[in-house]
């Protein structure tokens, strides 16, 4: 990306409008920063997901109508789809 910015006598920096509204940043609101080498990484952190109870997760995921797999399958087939993910 490249935007050249500068740093304040207070050791502060103003983040581009095109930045923030791309990110959904608004006044007050956090990022995390760390530092790796000579670079620093801003990140907005992920929204809290409310958190559910089993019971809720069992009531929202649709009961497996299908024909029993074996466990060597299932593990094969997840680091199939996992390689293809990371790929």
């Known amino acids: 990306m490249g935007i050249e910015i500068r740093v304040s006598s207070k050791g502060q920096i103003v983040i581009p409008k095109e930045v923030r509204d791309a990110l959904g940043l608004e006044a007050g609101g956090k990022l995390t920063l760390e530092r790796a080498g000579r670079r ?23 009961k497996y109508q299908g024909p029993p797999v074996p466990v060597e399958e299932m593990t094969s087939r997840v680091g199939d789809l996992f390689r293809d993910w990371t790929d």
């Open 40 to 62: 620093i990484i801003l990140e907005v952190p992920q929204p809290d997901r409310p958190r559910i109870s089993y019971e809720e997760f069992r009531r929202r995921v649709p």
